[in-house]
T-cell receptor
Framework: GIQVEQSPPDLILQEGANSTLRCNFS?????LQWFHQNPWGQLINLFY???GTKQNGRLSATTVATERYSLLYISSSQTTDSGVYFC??????????????FGQGTILTVHP | DTGVSQDPRHKITKRGQNVTFRCDPI?????LYWYRQTLGQGPEFLTY????????KSRLLSDRFSAERPKGSFSTLEIQRTEQGDSAMYLC????????????????FGPGTRLTVL
């Protein structure tokens, strides 16, 4: 099946700093999503981005499907951005029927 | 739209007991997924339903696990004879088939059920 790798595993920032999280995937994808997992375990949808670039406030994401990677940009970070960020991909073709394979996550800590 | 809901949010049980979790998907979604997340890991796929049909099961889903979606709406996940290794967060997600959603199969997750087996 598809492999999803995220980097860095941990990231510590001062409030106001910018950051880039990376997600590499091993095969072509139908779906790629970025999530933020809050302290209570809820996965919050950030982006549905199998290709192209999207922006939502201080967050933006880019997926280069032909090179099999996606990037999540966080600008002017705030303490509320802290948490775990997951990338998840659905392998194109086959019989995966929408099954998402998650990376190991990036733990982001933003200090005031 | 109230989103995906799961019940209970927390469950503590003794080893050997049976437990059942419920998931109510977003009402217009016909696909429903169960995932399991252990500490420090990303969620892992367990099983998937399209309408009432269970179309895929992970090898992680041992014979002690069974999932149903009898009327194509809510789903239940039962674990029989629980073991300490079953302790995890059980997450449910739902989506529409791409052909019904303009080619988009974005999954939305519920708050999860955290299971602790003593």
């Amino acid at each position: 099946g598809i492999q999803v790798e995220q980097s860095p595993p941990d990231l510590i920032l001062q409030e106001g700093a910018n950051s880039t999280l990376r997600c590499n995937f091993s095969d072509s994808v139908n779906n790629l999503q970025w999530f933020h997992q809050n302290p209570w375990g809820q996965l919050i949808n950030l982006f549905y981005i199998p290709s192209g670039t999207k922006q939502n406030g201080r967050l933006s994401a880019t997926t280069v499907a032909t090179e099999r990677y996606s990037l999540l940009y966080i600008s002017s970070s705030q303490t509320t951005d802290s948490g775990v960020y997951f990338c998840a991909a659905e392998n194109a073709g086959g019989t995966s029927y929408g099954k998402l394979t998650f990376g190991q996550g990036t733990i982001l800590t933003v200090h005031p | 739209d109230t989103g995906v809901s799961q019940d209970p949010r927390h469950k503590i049980t003794k080893r050997g007991q049976n437990v059942t979790f419920r998931c109510d998907p977003i009402s217009e979604h016909n696909r429903l997924y169960w995932y399991r997340q252990t500490l420090g890991q990303g969620p892992e796929f367990l099983t998937y339903f399209q309408n009432e049909a269970q179309l895929e099961k992970s090898r992680l889903l041992s014979d002690r696990f069974s999932a149903e979606r009898p009327k194509g709406s809510f789903s239940t996940l039962e674990i029989q004879r629980t073991e300490q290794g079953d302790s995890a967060m059980y997450l449910c997600a739902s989506s529409s088939e791409p052909r019904l959603a303009g080619g988009r199969d974005e999954q939305f997750f519920g708050p999860g059920t955290r299971l602790t087996v003593l």
